[in-house]
């Protein structure tokens, strides 16, 4: 009778498939954490991103309130008779328009002329004065 050894088990055909199928689940896992990870660190910058852009919108919002309010402001009737009288020189009837004029430029003093004395050199000015020689 004759004997069969048993096939060792790294060449059992099903082993082999086993082994293909852990190898490929652990590629597909690796795959798909990779993705995870991609679109968690995109997700973080978006969130960075909405932050400098919300205070954008906020310091614009800002600036169109304050823009809207000067706009109302100069479009009042005070606001215009205001910039009349002071910018546009304009009077109400009865009033009498007085411009200060500014007073003439004196005559500018001459100054004195300088004492024209020769520059000395630094160098013989400490030679005078520690060896008293000139």
């Not at 059992?12 to 690796?30: C, D």
């Not at 003093?109 to 000395?120: F, K, S």
């Amino acid at each position: 009778m004759p004997t069969t050894t048993p096939l060792p088990a790294s060449s059992n055909p099903s082993s082999r498939k086993n082994k293909l199928l852990i190898a490929g689940a652990i590629l597909v896992f690796l795959l798909v954490f990779g993705e995870l990870w991609r679109r968690i660190s995109q997700a973080a910058e978006l969130r960075n991103l909405e932050g400098q852009i919300g205070g954008q919108v906020t310091q614009l919002a800002r600036e169109s309130d304050r823009m809207a309010t000067l706009i109302a402001n100069a479009q009042s009737d005070e606001a215009v008779a205001d910039w009349a009288r002071d910018e546009g020189k304009m009077v109400l009837p009865g009033e009498i328009l007085i411009q200060p004029i500014a007073p003439t430029a004196r005559s500018a003093t001459p100054e004195p002329p300088e004492n024209p004395t020769g520059t000395v050199a630094n160098w013989r000015v400490w030679l005078e004065w520690l060896w008293g020689k000139g």
